[in-house]
């Protein structure tokens, strides 16, 4: 009996308390509500705060002192479609418009995301299953090319991006410096966000993205943007033209960003026949048919490999496919 009056004495204890501690609370915002303080403040200023600057107008556009910086490509690739590897080599030419002289330079490496310790995978849910990773970018090397002399220089690899060291800076308000990158990747397999390769009943098809190092803008915002690859911001590049050639089998199709410069080599006589129609007709010209995929006559027989060139000017990026499975058509 005496135990269970003490219980009933705490408990009784436990509920004062309780309730006083209630009352301060209730005491205290009772005060905060009696205060000059306006919840509204929390939310000020707005997103769009500045009345515009130099480089960027209110209404976004670009400012007396808005500028950019500039890179071109010139890349050379082929596929070797026992092994599933990319090998390319990468010639880049930068121009640093900005005011500050660049002692390092930024690129981003998005291969590096099939990697079985990428970021992306514990952040954006997307992780290839244990036995689908690949080994992301194998860098061979980074050299600075001076005229006909090429150096190589030290890089540093984290996740996504690669920072390039220099010899020199390159100098601000026009500056320029190339560099030549070898490297190879294999080719995610069906998994792939933004490249991977698929089988078909008539062959396999590749689908080429974000297969190239590819500069990091440096702007005057934040000055280098190296986040890393999280699936959403990987397409802030810098402007310039990209020329890229595709060395594949001969009996595959290649559709690429840009123009084709070199249909002549790649296309037989009746497909060349069709596609100068297709550029003169508002109708759609079957440059290859359904019928035709399967049909050897329909690819060059002359060599067993052949190479695609394409450029597209003013770009921020390029993507390709490339399959004996693939039709084509065109119109003017």
Not at 109 to 118: G, I, M, S, V
Not at 200 to 218: H, L, S
Not at 259 to 270: F, I, Y
Request: glycine share 6%; hydrophobic share 35%; proline share 5%.
């Amino acid at each position: 009996m005496k135990i269970k009056f003490t219980c009933i004495i705490l408990f009784v204890f436990l509920a004062v308390s309780v309730n006083a501690q209630r009352r301060r609370r209730a005491t205290n915002t009772n005060d905060t509500i009696s205060s000059n303080y306006q919840p509204s403040d929390l939310f000020s200023p707005l997103f769009y705060s500045e009345k515009g600057n130099e480089f960027h107008s209110p209404n976004g556009a670009p400012g007396s002192k808005y500028r950019q910086n500039r890179v071109d490509y010139w890349l050379n690739a082929a596929i070797d479609t026992t092994s599933k590897i990319l090998t390319a080599t990468e010639k880049l030419n930068y121009t640093n418009n900005s005011p500050d002289a660049l002692q390092f330079l930024w690129l981003q490496l998005d291969q590096n995301t099939y990697k079985k310790d990428a970021r992306s995978n514990f952040v954006t849910g997307f992780s290839p299953n244990p036995d689908q990773h690949t080994d992301g970018y194998q860098i061979e090397s980074v050299s600075v090319i001076n005229g006909n002399v090429s150096n190589k220089v030290d890089f540093i690899i984290t996740d996504t991006r690669m920072q390039v060291r220099l010899p020199k800076a390159v100098l601000p308000n026009g500056g320029k410096i190339s560099l030549s990158i070898k490297y190879r990747y294999k080719i995610p397999g069906n998994f792939g966000g933004r490249t991977d390769y698929v089988d078909t009943k008539n062959g396999k098809i590749y689908e080429i993205a974000e297969w190239f190092p590819r500069m990091c803008v440096y702007d005057d915002t934040r000055g280098w943007d190296t986040l890393p690859f999280l699936g959403s911001g990987e397409f802030y590049l810098e402007y310039g033209d990209i020329d890229y050639q595709v060395t594949v089998p001969a009996d595959m199709i290649v559709a690429g960003s840009g123009e084709l410069l070199n249909p002549a080599e790649v296309l037989t006589a009746k497909q060349l026949a069709r596609l100068t129609e297709a550029r003169n007709s508002d109708k759609t010209i079957m440059i290859r048919s359904a019928q035709e995929v399967t049909d050897r006559s329909s690819r060059p027989t002359i060599k067993s490999t052949l190479t695609w060139h394409f450029k597209m000017l003013n770009t921020r990026d390029v993507a390709f496919g490339a399959s004996k499975a693939y039709m084509g058509c065109g119109k003017g």
